[in-house]
């Protein structure tokens, strides 16, 4: 019963670090985009909320938690108001499988650094990822406005296109390290990170990534400037912080599967392992910034172009060629 | 099928655009490489922000910000309360109430504008004959208070004569009005004596 | 009744409580949603038998794609709400009758208990294992399914094809 209730505290430890690790990060996020898409557009970003605007997330934070929560009239209420839920918590939940550093004894105990360690984590990941596609559509179907419906629908069309995508590029990293567990895919990379034999689904992941988390090029659903706002257009306060916090959590969980599956995830020397992860999500994050800042987005048939007639078919093709290296 | 439909169903979809040779494969990679390489010098510049509160710039002289009235070049006020700016005003902002001293000069008993419907269009600037009320490029501007944007009379006043330095209505308009007698005004000829103007 | 049974209990109570408000749904949406919730808490009891690939793949395939094509087909068409009416009968009596059938049937099969008293032994269907399984015992049956998916999409490919021809020979 005392392990039991001991295994319990260490589990909740992890998720308490994990959530605190994300949530703060995602803030900062916000932060380091504004500032970075600032100077790369030659303007100095936020920097009034303290030195360097560093106090702007709370600032932010503040602003939207007392700002009225505002229901449409004509809105499909609960459906509106489980939507944000949605996004945030399929976001945040993926986190759970993401190994963060090697097995350490704590009192004579084994404890992994992964929130829980399933030996179908990496498909857990996709399955979290095709939920967190109800969150936009049903936000934007919920709200009964046309602006919102269109980014829902093309949210719905554009994660489900570029999730096979997704994929079908990691089928090969599999291939490679024979498990479908994400501790085991990073401690297949101990001699060599993935990317060096797997460069073309590195490539297809991380295009596949960046349309999966809606960012620039791909902000398609919500296009600012034909949509409004896509689908949260109709959110206020909290509710549309919700959807902020599971845009930029979602970010950082994909970087982390980058770093996962293609980088070595936490493996790295000298800096503990924890710290290397980290430094790879940010890294991933602020080359995202980047390309936002160059990028303009892309038209809905280049979209669909981009996804499936070039994406996909060069990740199958992938699969056989890594199917038939690691046959021979 | 109805001829919407027919329409819709005419336009094709735009033929994706397709890599014919090698090279312009790699145009597109090095324009698309040119893109983040400019957006990385970025980083390095300076931004060219002006960071408002602390550096302002000096705006141009007929920029539109607050109202004023102003006084002819000898220091009287130009107003001759003739309504015309408060009914260009397309919010009617303006009201006033018209008077005439013991000279027989026309001006305002009481000229207010609410400045909290004021849309600084210039309308009643171009309206107004006596170049009185003006425009200026003082655009800090706000109240915390909405009624403290009502502006009298005495907070529109000014002592000077604004972006017409020179221009005196009475100087020119052919009206006695104690100071000057018929055709002593500025380009007038003295007044003829209809009698003895015969043939 | 250990932890297990009761939570077995617990989503077998999810499910078929969504289930029912999926099919009584006038709002296409709704029922959606139930569905999904139904789809999410079969995938439950799938991994808390012990299977959770097939546990992985039912929210991914059912609840992530299948169910948000439904999704988006009722956004795109607009349906008009229906107004509360009942099926005419000779839809629902035929369809009251089956389900009493196979209502008669199962109560008549759990009843007699065929192996109802056995428990069955705890395990855990690692990925690996499940694919070897499928693949070395049943790989016959695999391969008709994906070939019957190859139909399938041959299928599409043929029906989708640019018949542009046709309409602007109709037009004119």
């Known amino acids: ?328 | 099928m109805n001829p919407d439909e027919r329409h819709y169903r005419k336009l094709k979809p735009v033929p994706p655009q397709r890599f014919r040779t090698i090279s312009e494969i790699g145009e597109a990679l090095n324009a698309l490489g040119q893109g983040f390489v400019t957006t990385f010098r970025h980083l390095f510049r300076k931004p060219i922000t002006e960071e408002y509160p602390e550096y302002k710039r000096t705006l141009p002289e007929r920029s539109r910000a607050r109202i004023v009235l102003t006084r002819d070049p000898d220091g009287n006020e130009r107003c001759v309360a003739c309504y015309l700016c408060s009914a260009a005003c397309p919010v009617s902002c303006i009201s006033m109430q018209s008077a005439e001293d013991d000279n027989g000069r026309r001006y305002a008993r009481w000229f207010r504008i609410n400045f909290g419907r004021c849309i600084y269009c210039g309308l009643c600037e171009e309206a107004c004959p006596t170049s009185a009320i003006q425009l200026t490029p003082q655009f800090e501007h706000v109240k915390r208070e909405i009624l403290s944007m009502v502006y009298e009379k005495e907070d529109l006043l000014v002592d000077h004569s604004g972006k017409d330095k020179t221009y005196n209505f009475y100087r020119w308009a052919g009206i006695r009005t104690g100071d000057r007698d018929k055709g002593e005004h500025e380009r007038e000829d003295k007044p003829v004596n209809v009698r003895s103007n015969m043939p | ?172």
């Open chain 3, 1 to 172: 009744m250990n932890l297990y049974s009761a939570l077995f209990y617990l989503l077998s109570l999810v499910i078929l409580a969504s289930t029912a408000l999926a099919i009584t749904r006038r709002n296409l949406v709704h029922a959606v949603v139930y569905l999904v919730l139904s789809f999410f808490g079969s995938a439950l009891l799938f991994y808390l038998l012990g299977a959770p690939l097939l546990a992985a793949l039912e929210v991914i395939i059912y609840a992530g794609a299948i169910m948000i094509l439904f999704l988006f087909i009722v956004m795109m068409l607009n349906v008009e709400r229906l107004e509360e009416r009942f099926f005419p009968a000779r839809q629902w009596v035929p369809a009251a009758v089956l389900g009493l059938l196979l209502a008669v049937v199962g109560l008549l099969a759990v009843s007699t208990q065929p192996g109802g008293d056995r428990l069955l032994k705890t395990a855990v269907a690692a990925p690996s294992a499940f694919g070897s399984y499928v693949f070395q015992r049943h790989w016959l049956s695999v391969e008709i399914v994906s070939l019957l998916l190859l139909i399938a999409l041959a299928g599409v490919l043929f029906l989708g094809r640019d018949n542009d021809k046709g309409v602007s020979e109709e037009d004119r």
């Open chain 1, 1 to 328: 019963m005392i392990a039991w209730i001991a295994g319990f505290a260490v589990l909740l430890v992890k998720i308490g670090l994990v959530l605190g690790v994300l949530l703060f990060l995602a803030a900062y996020l916000v932060w380091a985009e504004r500032k970075l898409l600032g100077r790369l557009q030659i303007r100095y970003g936020p920097n009034r909320a303290g030195i360097f605007g560093l106090l702007q997330p709370i600032a932010d934070a503040i602003k939207m938690m007392t700002k009225e929560d505002i229901v449409p009239e004509a809105a499909d209420r609960t459906i509106f108001l489980l939507a944000p839920a949605v996004v945030a918590v399929t976001a945040m939940l993926m986190a759970a499988v993401v190994p963060f550093g090697p097995t350490i004894t704590l009192w004579g105990r084994q404890v992994p650094m992964v929130v829980t360690d399933l030996n179908v984590g990496l498909l857990f990941v996709f399955a979290m990822s095709s939920l967190g596609v109800y969150g936009v559509a049903l936000g934007g179907w919920a709200s009964n406005s046309k602006f919102a419906l269109l980014g829902g629908i093309r949210g719905a069309a554009q994660m489900i296109s570029y999730e096979l995508a997704l994929g079908l590029s990691i089928v090969p990293v599999v291939m490679l390290a024979g498990s479908l567990s994400l501790v085991d895919i990073v401690d297949a990379q101990a001699s060599y990170p993935f990317i060096l034999v797997q460069p073309v689904a590195f490539v297809i992941f991380v295009v596949s990534a960046m349309a999966e988390s809606k960012r620039i090029p791909f902000d398609l659903p919500e296009a600012e400037n034909e949509l409004g706002a896509g689908y949260h257009t109709e959110y206020s306060g909290m509710r549309f912080g919700m959807f902020f916090i599971g845009e930029y959590v979602h970010m950082q969980v994909l970087g982390a599967l980058i770093a996962v599956f293609f980088l070595g995830g936490w493996r790295g020397p000298l800096l503990p392992g924890p710290l290397w992860l980290l430094i790879k999500i940010i890294v991933v994050a602020l080359v995202m910034i980047w390309v936002r800042g160059t990028l303009p987005r892309l038209r809905y048939d280049q979209l669909m172009a981009l996804g499936w007639k070039v994406l996909i078919p060069a990740a199958l093709a992938n699969i056989v060629i890594t199917g038939a290296v690691v046959l021979l």
